[in-house]
């Protein structure tokens, strides 16, 4: 089946620092791919969709100055938490969609913890 | 818009016991439904999805039938096992309102006990 993979799995990172979480499809082809967050005990929380090649799209709510998403090729797109603070701390998911397919692959979260 | 409502948990069961978790879902348009489940720690895996009314998705015991007149997707398994203890989601996408963008519940905590 389609694997996704993200890295790190956990990061610490010290208040003010600047924190990348990569996502990869690592069998296919990934058109679009979707970032979320997740806190303790809740749904997940859809960040921003980005498309290979262009701007990602960011959900009401979501500094796009603060979280960098880029997707710059079909296997690959990046969150780059900007200027973290602790309350940045959450359970960070990514999801791939191959062109044509319904069906989102997650990976398998990254742990920010900001002290 | 799209929303998806699921039974609250957490839920307890013992093993072999039968479990139903309840979701019923608002959309605009004709979605697909979705169940995904999530261990510990870990990120989400597709348990199973429907695209059309009255289509049954399968997986690993677990069933779920997408009912267009109830607006429902419960999840059902006859038999459960310690190794099913998770939080389960249900999800919506619906290509014609929202794209690709999955809608999830607020997902349910199960835990089965030997």
């Known amino acids: 089946g389609a694997v996704v993979s993200q890295h790190p799995s956990r990061v610490i990172c010290k208040s003010g620092t600047s924190v990348k979480i990569e996502c990869r499809s690592l069998?296919?082809?990934?058109?679009?791919m979707f970032w979320y967050r997740q806190f303790p005990k809740k749904s997940l929380m859809l960040m921003a969709t980005?498309?290979?090649?262009?701007?990602?799209?960011?959900e009401q709510g979501v500094e796009k100055d603060k979280f960098l998403i880029n997707h710059a090729s079909l296997t690959l797109s990046t969150l780059t938490v900007t200027s973290a603070h602790p309350e940045d701390s959450s359970f960070y998911i990514c999801?791939?969609?191959?062109?044509?397919?319904?069906?989102?692959?997650f990976g398998p979260g990254t742990r920010l913890t900001v002290t | 818009g799209n929303s998806v409502t699921q039974m609250e948990g957490p839920v307890t069961l013992s093993e072999e016991a039968f479990l139903t978790i309840n979701c019923t879902y608002t959309?605009?348009?004709?979605?697909?439904l979705f169940w995904y489940v999530q261990y510990p720690g870990e990120g989400l895996q597709l348990l199973l999805k429907?695209?059309?009314?009255?289509d049954k998705g399968s997986n690993k015991g677990f069933e779920a039938t997408y009912r267009k007149e109830t607006t429902s997707f419960h999840l059902e398994k006859g038999s459960v096992q310690v190794s099913d203890s998770a939080v389960y989601f249900c999800?919506?996408?619906?290509?014609?309102?929202?794209?690709?963008?999955?809608?999830f519940g607020e997902g349910t905590q199960l835990t089965v006990n030997p």
């Open positions: 999801s791939a969609l191959s062109e044509g397919s319904i069906e989102q692959y």
């Open positions: 069998d296919f082809q990934a058109t679009t």
């Open positions: 980005s498309n290979e090649g262009s701007k990602a799209t960011y």
């Open positions: 959309a605009t348009g004709y979605p697909s």
């Open positions: 429907a695209t059309k009314a009255d």
């Open positions: 999800a919506l996408s619906d290509l014609r309102t929202s794209g690709s963008r999955l809608t």
